[in-house]
């Protein structure tokens, strides 16, 4: 029987990730789709073709945002941006809502951003304990006034998925950096520790100093 347990497990661990990948992708390349409801309906390849190919919506919503980069990347599109959110700023329910999104889309996706930029360890949940954070930021000027020494905004992402966790204040120099990346921070705690951070690879102004010192 253990032969045949073995051979199980290992089957499993073959499809799985496997099966979860095909799923997450036949779903977002199904919602991506729907872009195509914004077609007239007597242009839609399925009418056109006489079959349904999945991904055509995906490539027009891909278009679509790349277009929408173009267009308001000059002058006259940023002005069409402020002009309308100049409209959603004066309905009160919906500027909460999307200006919310806003900052943090910015924060994340923006090449100006600084979310999730370096990796830390922080204590948690206790002081004997030591969790992967991400360092958000700084405190805000009327939180780090109120407070005794330097801290930092971090996110504790929980395992294994990363997209919930805990926002901490935490003293600056309570904190460790690791010197890895934030893809193989995020893979390592989706793994929950069974796949390590990649090693990175030395900066060739260190490897030329170690070089000369040898």
């Given at each position: 029987?253990?032969?045949?347990?073995?051979?199980?497990?290992?089957?499993l661990?073959?499809?799985?990730?496997?099966?979860?990948?095909?799923?997450?992708?036949?779903?977002?390349?199904g919602?991506?789709?729907?872009?195509?409801?914004?077609?007239?309906?007597?242009i839609?390849?399925?009418?056109?073709?006489g079959?349904?190919?999945?991904?055509?919506?995906?490539?027009?919503?891909?278009?679509?945002?790349?277009l929408?980069?173009?267009?308001?990347?000059?002058?006259?599109?940023?002005k069409l941006?402020?002009?309308?959110?100049?409209?959603?700023?004066?309905?009160?329910?919906?500027k909460?809502?999307?200006y919310?999104?806003?900052?943090?889309?910015?924060?994340?996706?923006?090449?100006?951003?600084?979310?999730?930029?370096?990796?830390?360890l922080v204590?948690?949940?206790?002081?004997?304990?030591?969790s992967?954070?991400?360092?958000?930021?700084?405190?805000a000027?009327?939180?780090?006034?109120?407070?005794?020494?330097?801290?930092?905004?971090?996110?504790?992402?929980?395992?294994?998925?990363?997209?919930?966790?805990?926002?901490?204040?935490?003293?600056?120099?309570?904190?460790?950096e690791?010197?890895i990346?934030?893809?193989?921070?995020?893979?390592?705690?989706?793994s929950?520790?069974?796949?390590?951070?990649?090693p990175?690879?030395?900066?060739?102004?260190?490897l030329?100093?170690?070089?000369?010192?040898?």
């Amino acid at each position: 029987m253990a032969p045949l347990k073995k051979y199980f497990i290992t089957g499993l661990l073959i499809w799985i990730p496997l099966v979860i990948t095909l799923w997450v992708l036949t779903a977002i390349i199904g919602t991506m789709d729907q872009s195509l409801h914004l077609l007239p309906e007597a242009i839609h390849p399925d009418k056109l073709i006489g079959i349904h190919i999945p991904g055509v919506g995906t490539l027009l919503t891909l278009l679509v945002i790349f277009l929408t980069g173009l267009v308001t990347a000059n002058i006259v599109g940023q002005k069409l941006v402020r002009f309308w959110e100049g409209v959603l700023a004066r309905i009160p329910i919906v500027k909460s809502i999307y200006y919310s999104v806003k900052q943090v889309s910015d924060t994340l996706f923006s090449s100006t951003g600084q979310a999730f930029r370096k990796v830390l360890l922080v204590r948690f949940p206790h002081p004997e304990a030591w969790s992967v954070a991400f360092m958000t930021g700084v405190p805000a000027r009327q939180i780090g006034d109120l407070l005794p020494d330097e801290h930092v905004s971090v996110f504790i992402p929980t395992a294994p998925s990363p997209v919930n966790g805990f926002f901490f204040f935490v003293k600056k120099s309570d904190t460790i950096e690791l010197d890895i990346s934030v893809d193989d921070a995020l893979k390592y705690i989706v793994s929950m520790g069974v796949v390590p951070p990649s090693p990175r690879q030395p900066h060739p102004g260190y490897l030329m100093g170690r070089a000369q010192n040898e």
